[in-house]
């Protein structure tokens, strides 16, 4: 079975300040993809970032990267010089294969990220 | 934006009665997946297809079916709501997550009430 861990249920950052959101997963596959996703307070998800179990280099897309270290098992997504729009939760998920030709797509609990002015 | 829609988007319902949520979807995209949203929570998969009369179960699938009789439906049902499945329900589509970087893309998401 494969699982994901978002240990922190809230954080706090400056505006203008980087911010660390940490996920864990754990999964028996060899093969399988990171993604993070925002949902502001109006409530649609938007993805961020993927990062696949092979891709040697970390995952960046803009102010957004990922920090993939696979030993540990983790994929901490870090958001530069925030923003005031970065207000929002954010959901660590994993694809991995559940058998009969078809993936899973697992969520963490998230993590509702607050920026301060 | 990907074509997904969810209907209805709100919906208040009385304990023991049956319903229905429908997600349409105009991608053609092979994956559909159902989710609820609770505060706590995250996101849980309820249940989810991988093509038509493909479905499989997800974590908390007790007192829910699906359906997907056509590529673009996928339609989740509470046999006899009950309050504890009060909650915000997602869809979501995608094309093939065995395909590198393929992300999921979500419908705005049901709020359902049981009374």
């Known amino acids: 079975a494969q699982k994901i861990t978002q240990t922190q249920p809230g954080m706090f950052v400056q505006e203008k300040e980087a911010v660390t959101l940490d996920c864990t997963y754990d999964t028996s596959d060899q093969s399988y993809g990171l993604f993070w996703y925002k949902q502001p307070s109006s409530g649609e998800m938007i993805f961020l970032i993927y990062q696949g179990s092979y891709d040697e280099q970390n995952a960046t897309e803009g102010r957004y990267s990922l920090n993939f270290q696979k030993a540990r098992k983790s994929a901490n997504l870090v958001i530069s010089a925030s923003q005031l729009g970065d207000s929002a939760m954010y959901f660590c998920?994993?694809?991995?294969?559940?058998?009969?030709?078809?993936?899973?797509?697992?969520f963490g609990k998230g993590t509702k990220l607050s920026v301060i002015p | 934006d990907a074509g997904i829609t969810q209907s209805p988007r709100h919906k208040v319902t009385e304990t023991g009665t049956p319903v229905t949520l429908r997600c349409h979807q105009t991608e053609n995209h092979r994956y559909m997946y159902w989710y609820r949203q609770d505060p706590g929570h995250g996101l849980r998969l309820i249940h989810y297809?991988?093509?038509?009369?493909?479905?499989d179960k997800g974590e908390v699938s007790d007192g829910y079916s699906v359906s997907r009789s056509k590529t673009e439906d996928f339609l989740l049902t509470l046999e006899s709501a009950t309050s504890s499945q009060t909650s915000v329900y997602f869809c979501?589509?995608?094309?093939?997550?065995?395909?590198?970087?393929?992300?999921?893309?979500f419908g705005q998401g049901t709020r359902l009430t049981v009374v």
């Open positions: 297809s991988y093509g038509v009369k493909d479905t």
């Open positions: 998920a994993m694809r991995a294969y559940s058998g009969a030709g078809s993936y899973q797509l697992t």
């Open positions: 979501a589509i995608s094309e093939s997550l065995a395909v590198r970087n393929t992300e999921a893309f």
